[in-house]
């Protein structure tokens, strides 16, 4: 696993070919591959023998762990830069601000969920890369030091002419010398070096989704010319990654984007491994004599344990297409074809957790189908569901039904009551062109995947979100396969896992 944290390059220096800084900070919250991340003060078992890579590329290796020191805030680490090619492009870079930020890659070998952030107790270093974007965009070179006759020292074991490459002698003027440390955005002087000129043309990798995705599956297929491109596409030393071309075929779709249900519960990040995982929970809770007299005896209930199996599901969805759709038709048909899936998965996952609600949850008193009886949904099944479960339920989640009885519900002098330019009126906001809003305090989500679309029993929930949680793998898959039978697949999968920790804390809308 691949972990981004905010760092501060303190300074890259040409002369002595290092480069500095603190590479990981405890306590502090970065977006991470796994999601929301934080390393908690000395998680990080550190083994000397470290590489400094490019983009977490093993392939392209830049330096190597000259020394470190662990302190209180953070791990400070100081890289020596091989006198390669590669190398040199990395002392520039990081000395002008185009290749600024450090990244690690750790083994987690410890790890606790809390709030939907991943913090990590215990870990493994793997690897440390020099990247283009850190975890936090503020963490940037803090200062550079370049200096005159600063020219790459000579490496016996250095390549740095590529394999069928031809590189001039030209050489560039040395830069001027300069005294102190100035700003890295400020910068002008440049590392001198001898620059590669390359006498093979370049491959334009400025592919679309559709296009990458389409080369891949020609390279499956063994045409040289597609693997060319799709290992120029990954080497992100010489592409800017994928880009949208200048024009694009339009589509009609009439596919809905977004898991309303999912973004109204908790979150968590799934285990990396197994198909079940385990969640401890208290079975009674102690209590305590608020009335004892003088010399009696102690007593109260004892607290007991137990714990909740939460199994772990895989969301998954196939395209089989022709070698001539393939061969004929336009590369805009993989963007849309990609982008379909990844509707179709978000429709499946959050459905998965509405059947969740209506099997777990409990059925609230009867109410009518009606904005009255919305309301007195609210007003009643509100305080049960914090006597339930200890805490507030802050969100209903309701189908396209409800949201068409909210908007057009009014008052007795047909004042709207849920628009928010008539203040004085209204008990909530919700528009006709929003699939959120507030009702009566509570936060309103609309849900389009929902299998009922009446206003009839589990057409709405209210739910406490500690109450449910919605554990996820770091992100979905696609996988690509040549078929003997003239036949190609694309499938989108993904695993999720749901966890019902107290099912009074979801509120079933209940009309008969």
Do not use: C
């Not at 203040?423 to 995947?449: C, E, I, K, R, W």
């Not at 554990?471 to 999968?493: D, H, M, S």
Request: proline residues 4%.
């Amino acid at each position: 696993m691949k972990i981004e944290v905010p760092i501060t390059l303190t300074a890259a220096d040409s002369q002595s070919r290092t480069i500095s800084g603190t590479i990981v900070t405890w306590g502090e919250q970065g977006n991470t591959s796994a999601g929301p991340t934080i390393f908690a003060a000395d998680s990080i078992n550190f083994n000397k023998n470290i590489k400094l890579l490019l983009e977490h590329d093993r392939t392209r290796p830049i330096g190597k762990l000259l020394s470190h020191e662990i302190t209180d805030t953070g791990i400070v680490a100081t890289f020596k830069i091989a006198a390669t090619t590669a190398g040199n492009d990395a002392l520039v870079e990081a000395s002008t601000g185009m290749r600024d930020g450090f990244s690690v890659g750790v083994k987690v070998d410890s790890w606790d969920n809390q709030d939907g952030v991943m913090v990590i107790s215990k870990s493994s270093i793997v690897e440390t890369s020099l990247v283009t974007d850190p975890a936090i965009d503020s963490a940037r070179v803090a200062q550079v030091a370049a200096t005159e006759n600063s020219a790459p020292e000579k490496d016996a074991d250095a390549n740095p002419q590529s394999e069928g490459e031809q590189v001039s002698d030209t050489t560039v003027p040395e830069a001027p010398a300069v005294t102190e440390a100035v700003e890295a955005t400020s910068v002008e002087a440049a590392v001198s070096h001898k620059p590669a000129f390359y006498a093979t043309p370049r491959i334009n990798t400025n592919l679309t989704a559709g296009q990458f995705l389409e080369a891949n599956i020609k390279a499956s297929m063994g045409d040289d010319e597609a693997k060319t491109l799709v290992k120029a596409t990954n080497d992100t030393s010489t592409n800017t990654g994928l880009t949208l071309a200048p024009h694009m075929n339009e589509f009609i779709t009439t596919s809905i984007d977004g898991r309303p249900a999912v973004d109204s519960v908790s979150r968590g990040v799934l285990p990396g491994t197994g198909m079940s995982f385990t969640i401890p929970k208290i079975g009674t809770a102690p209590t305590i004599d608020g009335d004892s007299t003088e010399g009696e005896a102690l007593g109260g209930t004892e607290m007991a344990s137990t714990y909740i199996t939460v199994d772990v599901k895989k969301a998954a969805g196939l395209q089989t297409i022709s070698w001539e759709l393939l061969d004929r038709s336009s590369p805009a048909f993989y963007d849309e074809l990609i982008k379909e899936l990844n509707y179709a998965y978000a429709k499946a996952t959050d459905r998965a957790l509405v059947a969740k609600l209506v099997a777990d949850g409990t059925q609230a008193s009867t109410q009518a189908a009606t904005i009255a009886g919305f309301k007195a949904f609210i007003a009643k099944e509100t305080p049960a569901a914090y006597l339930a479960a200890g805490k507030f339920a802050k969100n209903i989640i309701a189908n396209t039904a409800w949201w068409e009885t909210i908007i057009t519900a009014e008052d007795g002098s047909n004042r709207p009551l849920f628009i928010a330019a008539q203040p004085a009126n209204s008990p909530g906001n919700v528009g006709v062109q929003s699939l959120t809003g507030t009702v009566m305090g509570q936060n309103l989500y609309v849900d389009p995947h929902m299998s009922v679309t009446t206003l009839i029993d589990d057409s709405a929930f209210l739910v406490v979100p500690e109450a449910v949680t919605f554990y996820e793998a770091p992100k979905t898959q696609i996988q690509v396969q040549a078929l003997a039978n003239g036949r190609l697949q694309v499938a989108v999968y993904g695993y999720y896992a749901i966890a019902t920790k107290v099912g009074a804390g979801i509120r079933r809308f209940n009309l008969t």
